[in-house]
């Protein structure tokens, strides 16, 4: 088994920090990767300080992974060494239950759930309805790191369209928002409303324009108007009550993007009749909602979590095809932590991609 070396925290109050370790060597089925750019997610702080109390420690965070196939073990057909492929929030799920069955892997209702890139199974042994973990692994480690294995259908093929660097992102951000819109069926015409413009609010904003669609953005901060306007869409500061008052009953489709605990009231009611808003940014309680307004009109609101294995092969194919992807600052691994302080206090525009030639440096350094 070959050693990799990555940055985890053992702590919720820790920094992350480098970390030996032992890759395992690829079975049949499965392919060994050689990372060279992993995406900086939201989600990645809050597992790493264990805000929604389930990290597993160590914690090696990074499901926005972009690599090269390094080896490949027995019966794989789908990729070849020398590929340059992606890995996503997924590395398995239990293959069997209906969701498994249909194709929607993130919905997975086996008895561990899906097996997350890292932090292990969704639904670890304790939580199980039988005691046990099916996937015999209590952790995972994820993209912070020189290099990952995964079962071969559950890596993804980089479009030559696609810069690496950029296609990162693409592998959370892009399918979190894309498998939303497709659902919804988002089509050339509609009026879409993307509620908070941080990483995942554009690209959801490029994704529904891309789409055909009138999209609308909204937001905390005056000076992304200017960065609305650049990609050809409106923009709303929350602060402008009169705007806001303006556009009731006017959306066919709200994405909410904002990754902490926020009011949807507001926006249920800009929603047309039997319109939706799509919560993606906020895993946890939300504020009450008046039912009112939505018995009213027959509004929907509702949650979306990341996207299928086929829809992030669809988007990053979508994304290739129309031009577009996240706009990122790609980073040294050393600068990890400081690039987390930036995210909370909400410092970026842009997505964080981790150069992980920065880590391989530290690699030839402890051998």
Not at 226 to 233: H, I, S, T, Y
Request: glycine share 8%.
């Amino acid at each position: 088994m070959p050693q990799a070396i990555g940055y985890a925290a053992k702590h919720s109050f820790s920094r992350l920090r480098p970390m030996t370790f032992q890759c395992d060597d690829p079975k049949a089925g499965e392919v060994e990767i050689e990372v060279l750019f992993c995406g900086v997610c939201h989600s990645d702080i809050h597992q790493a300080k264990n805000e929604w109390g389930n990290t597993v420690y160590p914690c090696m965070p990074g499901h926005e992974i972009v690599g090269r196939v390094a080896r490949v073990g027995g019966s794989v057909t789908r990729h070849k060494v020398g590929d340059v492929v992606g890995v996503g929030c997924m590395i398995d799920s239990c293959r069997a239950c209906e969701p498994c069955r249909a194709g929607e892997q993130q919905y997975c209702e086996g008895p561990n759930s899906w097996l997350a890139t890292y932090n292990g199974p969704m639904v670890p042994a304790a939580k199980s309805p039988d005691g046990q973990n099916h996937y015999g692994r209590d952790n995972t480690f994820g993209g912070y790191a020189t290099r990952i294995v995964v079962a071969e259908d559950f890596v993804l093929k980089i479009p030559a369209a696609l810069k690496p660097e950029v296609a990162a992102p693409i592998l959370c951000a892009g399918v979190t928002t894309y498998s939303p819109l497709r659902y919804w069926k988002v089509k050339a015409g509609d009026k879409v409303g993307v509620i908070g413009f941080g990483g995942l609010g554009d690209m959801a904003a490029k994704l529904a324009k891309a789409m055909g669609a009138e999209v609308t953005v909204f937001t905390r901060t005056e000076e992304k108007k200017k960065e609305a306007a650049r990609l050809g869409v409106s923009c709303v500061p929350e602060s402008d009550k009169d705007a806001m008052k303006a556009l009731k009953n006017s959306f066919d489709f709200m994405l909410s993007t904002v990754p902490e605990k926020h009011d949807v009231n507001p926006y249920v009611q800009m929603l047309k009749r039997n319109a939706t808003l799509a919560v993606v940014g906020a895993l946890e309680p939300l504020a009450p909602e008046n039912n009112m307004e939505r018995a009213m009109h027959r509004k929907s609101v509702a949650g979306s979590l990341i996207g299928s294995i086929a829809e992030t092969q669809e988007v990053l194919d979508f994304c290739a095809e129309h031009g577009i992807g996240p706009d990122i600052q790609v980073i040294p691994i050393q600068e990890i932590n400081d690039a987390y302080r930036k995210v909370e206090r909400g410092d970026v525009r842009f997505r964080y991609v981790i150069d992980i030639a920065s880590l391989r440096a530290e690699e030839v350094e402890a051998a």
